[in-house]
C-alpha cells in the first residue's frame, strides 16, 4: 500500500451546518404546526476532491484542506512491523445486536455456527462450504438459455 494524495476531503472556513424547521405541538385536533422560524439551508458544505484539477476549483471558492496528508507519516505506519505477541481485544464485541463478553457467550448465541475452510495451498482440494439456506426460497432454474427466465 503506498501513499495516496487523492481523494482529498476539503472544507470551507465559513461553513454552516443547517437548521431543520422548529415546529411546536398544537391543539390536540390541528397536528404540528411551524412557529414561523424557518431554518436555513447548509452553506459551503464539505467537499471530496478527486484530482488537482478539482483541488484548484475549490481552493478558488475558499476551501482549504481539512488536515494535511504526510506521506512520511503513513510509510512509516505502514512500515512499522506489529509487536511481537500482539493480539487484538476480542471481548466485548457485537453478535447479532447482542453485546458478548466471552466465547461462551457468542457460542450460546450461535449454536450451529457455518464454517468456512481454511485454505492452506492452491494444490488442496477444495472443501465443500456448509451454507444456510433461506427458508421459502427457490432457486431459480434456467430453462431457455435466456437469463433470469424461469
Not at 512509516?76 to 466471552?102: C, F, I, M, R, S
Not at 450451529?112 to 439456506?133: F, L, Q
Amino acid at each position: 500500500m503506498s501513499h495516496q494524495e487523492f481523494p482529498k476531503w476539503m472544507a470551507h472556513p465559513h461553513a454552516q451546518k443547517s437548521v431543520p424547521v422548529k415546529t411546536e405541538p398544537g391543539a390536540p385536533d390541528k397536528g404540528l404546526f411551524s412557529s414561523g422560524y424557518q431554518g436555513t439551508v447548509e452553506k459551503f458544505p464539505p467537499v471530496t476532491v478527486n484530482n488537482e484539477d478539482e483541488e484548484a476549483e475549490y481552493v478558488s471558492k475558499g476551501y482549504a484542506e481539512a488536515g494535511k496528508s504526510n506521506p512520511w507519516a503513513f510509510n512509516d505506519a505502514q512500515a512499522t512491523p506489529t509487536p511481537p505477541g500482539y493480539e487484538p481485544v476480542q471481548y466485548p464485541k457485537w453478535v447479532n445486536g447482542t453485546l458478548v463478553n466471552n466465547v461462551a457467550e457468542e457460542a450460546a448465541l450461535n449454536p450451529a455456527p457455518v464454517v468456512v475452510a481454511e485454505v492452506v495451498g492452491m494444490a488442496d482440494e477444495a472443501v465443500p462450504v456448509p451454507v444456510k439456506k433461506r427458508p421459502g426460497r427457490k432457486p431459480k432454474v434456467q430453462t431457455d438459455g435466456a437469463a433470469g427466465v424461469a
